[in-house]
């Protein structure tokens, strides 16, 4: 059989469907909790703009905006990072997470 980078074509197939597979599955998963965690942290915020209108808090929102943006940036270098090293299974899985976030 004929070898490109050192794997083997017949094993591409399954690598590749396994990690679809497993990419659906986690998909499945981080769609459900990114929902949950996007509800409490509206809720959050719904409460602290509500104690800053009643004079209970007081927030710096330039700061809390300038966090947001460096959480953003940390996260775009993370994703970045991780599709530079992307094999097979790895684009399996890629296309599987991205096809599962599109399903009802």
Same mark, same amino acid.
């Given at each position: 059989?004929?070898?490109?980078?050192? $794997?083997?074509?017949?094993?591409?197939?399954?690598? @590749?469907?396994?990690?679809?597979?497993?990419?659906?599955?986690?998909?499945?998963?981080?769609?459900? @909790?990114? @929902?949950?965690?996007?509800?409490?942290?509206?809720?959050?915020?719904?409460?602290?703009?509500?104690?800053?209108?009643?004079?209970?808090?007081?927030?710096?929102?330039?700061?809390?905006?300038? $966090?947001? $943006?460096?959480?953003?940036?940390?996260?775009? $270098?993370?994703?970045?990072?991780?599709?530079?090293?992307?094999?097979? *299974?790895? *684009?399996?899985?890629?296309?599987?997470?991205?096809?599962?976030?599109?399903?009802?």
């Amino acid at each position: 059989m004929e070898q490109l980078n050192g $794997q083997d074509w017949a094993s591409w197939p399954i690598q @590749l469907s396994a990690g679809a597979l497993s990419g659906v599955a986690i998909g499945y998963t981080i769609r459900k @909790l990114t @929902l949950v965690a996007l509800f409490c942290v509206g809720l959050g915020l719904v409460f602290v703009y509500a104690l800053t209108q009643w004079g209970i808090a007081s927030v710096d929102w330039r700061a809390f905006d300038a $966090q947001l $943006q460096w959480v953003a940036r940390q996260l775009q $270098q993370w994703a970045s990072g991780l599709f530079d090293n992307l094999s097979v *299974a790895g *684009a399996g899985f890629a296309a599987g997470v991205l096809l599962s976030l599109r399903l009802r």
